[in-house]
Nanobody
């Protein structure tokens, strides 16, 4: 049974940093792409970043480029999202997801999802 478990969310002031982790289990994810998505109240779930665990290719939402960094550790089946210079508009529930193949932005193309972790950025 595949499980994705996020951790690392919390409350931070604007300009601060958080590091999210996503621990995957239940299969080998070396041929998978992992993604981070977020959903704010009343809004649709949106793409944040994605990484190919085998090739290391990455993809970012424009508004987080230069502030967020996605990375992966195949040996630990874990993906990270380092978030710096956080803004109030980054406030959302952040979800980890996995899909077979290359990086992608469409949430419907991801097969597995975590339960989410809340990130709140105060102004």
């Amino acid at each position: 049974q595949v499980q994705l478990v996020e951790s690392g969310g919390g409350l931070v002031q604007a300009g601060g940093s958080l590091r999210l982790s996503c621990a995957a289990s239940g299969r080998t994810f070396s041929s998978y792409a992992m993604g981070w998505f977020r959903q704010a109240p009343g809004k649709e779930r949106e793409f944040v970043a994605s990484i190919s665990l085998s090739g290391g290719n990455t993809l970012y939402k424009d508004s987080v480029k230069g502030r967020f960094t996605i990375s992966g550790d195949i040996a630990k089946n874990t993906v990270y999202l380092q978030m710096n210079s956080l803004k109030p508009e980054d406030t959302a529930v952040y979800y980890c997801a996995a899909r077979s193949g290359v990086v992608g932005v469409n949430p419907r193309s991801y097969d597995y999802w975590g339960q989410g972790t809340q990130v709140t950025v105060s102004s």
